[in-house]
């Protein structure tokens, strides 16, 4: 469990320092960060702390839908925010476009590896995860239509508040699929150690 818990931690900072190095990059962030962006702009409590509220928010929804938290689900709701400002704090702003392509890039494969290393550890889905699964369950629709309406709404309204949409966006909803199909086997628990898990909790 140690380790499973250190797996979980480093994968939420390494995931909030991606989203800081695409943020950065400037050419269009992920659905979910757009609408952070869109409401910051309005309220200006820091990108963080919005991403924080909205993860909160997007557990209430987890209610009616009964999902059931895990320890990964609440470290992620509280981690991933600030690691993102200390990732937006320490890399610079307004840089010359060939190096914010770079820092995009760089984003994008450090968050398909940091997807890897906390969905890995198997200690409960984050947030925007567990929405998804809870609608597919409740409704019967497909995972790719779920994924698909909530991703489409939140990146609408985002965009309508302000938030960063461009080809950077296009390139994320793309490339992150195929990204985290490389990277989840590389860090999943074998399955003789789930069986002994299981096994021993019996």
């Given amino acids: 469990m140690t380790r499973r818990l250190s797996q979980l931690l480093i994968g939420l900072f390494l995931y909030g320092i991606g989203i800081a190095l695409i943020v950065r990059g400037g050419i269009g962030v992920a659905p979910w960060d757009v609408l952070t962006q869109g409401i910051d702009s309005h309220v200006h409590l820091g990108f963080g702390f919005v991403t924080t509220i909205i993860s909160g928010v997007v557990l209430l929804l987890w209610i009616p839908l009964r999902q059931k938290l895990g320890?990964?689900?609440?470290?992620?709701?509280?981690?991933?925010?600030?690691?993102?400002?200390?990732?937006?704090?320490?890399?610079?702003?307004?840089?010359?476009?060939?190096?914010?392509?770079?820092?995009?890039?760089?984003?994008?494969?450090l968050?398909?590896?940091?997807?890897?290393?906390?969905?890995?550890?198997?200690?409960?889905?984050?947030?925007?995860?567990?929405?998804?699964?809870?609608?597919?369950?409740?409704?019967?629709?497909?995972i790719w239509a779920v994924r698909t309406g909530i991703e489409?709404?939140?990146?609408?309204?985002g965009w309508l508040l302000g938030g960063n949409v461009g080809v950077g966006t296009v390139l994320?909803?793309?490339?992150?699929?195929?990204?985290?199909?490389?990277?989840?086997?590389?860090f999943a628990r074998p399955a003789r150690?789930?069986?002994?898990?299981?096994?021993s909790l019996a």
């Fill in 71 to 109: 320890v990964g689900t609440v470290a992620n709701a509280l981690l991933v925010g600030p690691s993102a400002d200390v990732g937006l704090w320490l890399i610079p702003a307004d840089l010359d476009l060939w190096l914010r392509v770079l820092l995009f890039a760089a984003g994008l494969v």
């Fill in 111 to 142: 968050l398909a590896v940091a997807s890897g290393i906390y969905i890995g550890a198997d200690l409960g889905p984050g947030p925007r995860d567990g929405l998804m699964t809870g609608l597919h369950a409740r409704t019967g629709w497909p």
């Fill in 152 to 157: 489409g709404s939140v990146l609408a309204v």
């Fill in 172 to 186: 994320f909803a793309l490339l992150v699929g195929p990204l985290c199909g490389w990277t989840l086997p590389l």
């Fill in 193 to 199: 150690e789930s069986a002994a898990v299981v096994t």
